[in-house]
């Protein structure tokens, strides 16, 4: 299988390619020339499948010509070695609990899948990798767990001061090792934009050997398809399944689109947003309109140009008509979401973070009839607790899993947002 860029001007690339290129030179985002259709067989026993083996059936086709079967068996164990649960809050409302990962949040699944793609790709290689990230909150927490201690690889973090929780920024900045991060002084796409610069920098790329470890990393992407599998296998009611996806950059919902060509029989997705609201607004009309990014409590979907928006035109040969046939959009404000957190902990007992509340919202307010609605729980509210507590006007107990990292001391160093300045910490 081949991977194409999505704006037609850079060479199809193979599955290792893509993955330790990360982003092909015109600036595209990889996509799978085929999208293979899964075995029918396959799809009507899901229920004879752990998490691992369905891993295995939706990613083989991508990676055969780079990973050997039994190693991609043995990287899917490795990565998804916690469960993926499906829990009923309310009457026809689930919840999909991706956050029983290492660092609590659905992030965990790509990043450890990529980290041992390109551990076993570097065993060949000899080369040293650099591995550089933007984080809005989550992402960076994920790959600083994700590839600890993997040989051969350094991390360079960036994350946007004050705009992430107490809980993520010590997931970013207390491992050490080969794990760096960089404090900028700025917001999200500030981050996301030198790092995009970055990788199409001869000078950087002549001298070091660059990847990326951000949700446009093919690796990071495809294996998010496999909870949308996994959480149809737990449903009991399996008709006109609607995922309500909390999203920011749109890795996820467009994975679920991409399970949803696969032949999942998923009837439809809700795009659930912040006030950083582009998607939704494109849904309405057509029209990709990218506002200032606003800051809000739901800060892991502080994105106003989501960078996976090509993979959704791609998924629907760019055809809006297609795209809208099954997605539409919703939106709240952080006054509604704090009082959406509120409710749903008041009438089911059920805590959410600021990031699933949306995803349940979305279902209460735009599901119908005969339909059975999963929203992704995308975080622990623990990472969020500040935020939990307000909308819940009570003290909630840090769980104890969490405590001790919060003692930990953090290291980061701090950058202007400035991308000379970040190219010299760089080449130093
Ligand atoms: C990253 C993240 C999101 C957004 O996911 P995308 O794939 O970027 O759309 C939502 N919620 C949480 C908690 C996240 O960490």
């Known amino acids: 299988m081949k991977f194409y860029s999505t704006n037609r001007q850079s060479a199809a690339v193979s599955f290792k390619e893509a993955v330790i290129k990360s982003l092909p030179a015109d600036k595209g985002l990889y996509f799978p020339e085929e999208v293979p259709e899964l075995d029918y067989l396959f799809l009507e026993t899901l229920d004879h499948y752990s998490l691992p083996e369905i ?6 086709q991508y990676t055969k010509e780079d990973i050997p079967e039994a190693k991609l068996s043995e990287i899917l164990h490795d990565a998804l070695d916690f469960e993926i649960p499906v829990k009923e809050v309310e009457k026809n409302i689930h919840t999909l609990e991706l956050f029983h990962g290492p660092t609590y949040a659905f992030k965990d699944v790509g990043a450890r899948f990529l980290a041992r793609c390109l551990g076993f790709f570097n065993e060949t290689e000899n080369k040293e990798v650099t591995i550089l990230v933007a984080t809005s909150g989550d992402t960076g ?4 767990s994700g590839f600890y201690n993997v040989p051969g690889v350094n991390v360079v973090i960036l994350y946007p001061s004050g705009k992430v929780s107490d809980l993520q920024e010590k997931q970013l900045t207390t491992l050490g090792g080969n794990i760096k991060a960089l404090e900028v002084d700025g917001d999200f796409d500030a981050c996301q ?3 995009k610069r970055a990788f199409l920098d001869d000078d950087l790329n002549a001298k070091l050997n660059l990847s990326s470890a951000n949700s446009i990393n093919i690796a990071r992407w495809l294996p998010q398809s496999i909870y949308f599998f996994e959480a149809y296998r737990q449903l009991k009611d399996k008709k006109k399944v609607v995922f309500a996806v909390p999203s920011g950059n749109y890795g996820n919902i467009t994975a679920g689109m991409l399970a949803k060509k696969m032949g999942l029989d998923i009837h439809r997705f809700i795009a659930a947003s912040n006030a950083n609201d582009t998607v939704p607004r494109y849904l309405q009309d057509g029209n990709y309109n990218v506002k200032p990014t606003v800051a809000t409590v739901s800060n892991a979907m502080d994105v106003s140009d989501p960078s996976n928006h ?15 046939k099954h997605t539409e959009g919703f939106t709240l404000t952080d006054e509604q979401t704090l009082q959406v957190m509120k409710d749903c902990y008041n009438s089911n007992g059920y805590i959410t973070d600021p990031h699933g509340a949306i995803g349940y919202q979305a279902l209460k307010e735009k599901l119908q009839k005969k339909e059975t609605g999963v929203f992704l729980e ?4 623990c990472k969020f607790l500040s935020t939990v507590e307000k909308a819940l006007e009570k003290e909630i107990p840090l769980p104890e899993f969490v405590s001790d990292l919060m003692t930990k001391e953090k290291v980061a160093t701090k950058l202007k947002n400035d ?6 910490y760089l080449l130093t």
């Open 310 to 324: 090509p993979r959704m035109l791609e998924l629907h040969d760019k055809e809006f008509k297609d795209i809208i």
């Open 378 to 381: 995308t975080a622990h509210y």
């Open 193 to 195: 934009a030198m790092v």
């Open 141 to 144: 927490g994920a790959v600083a």
């Open 55 to 60: 891993g295995m059936e939706v990613l083989r």
């Open 419 to 424: 991308y000379e300045d970040f190219k010299e």
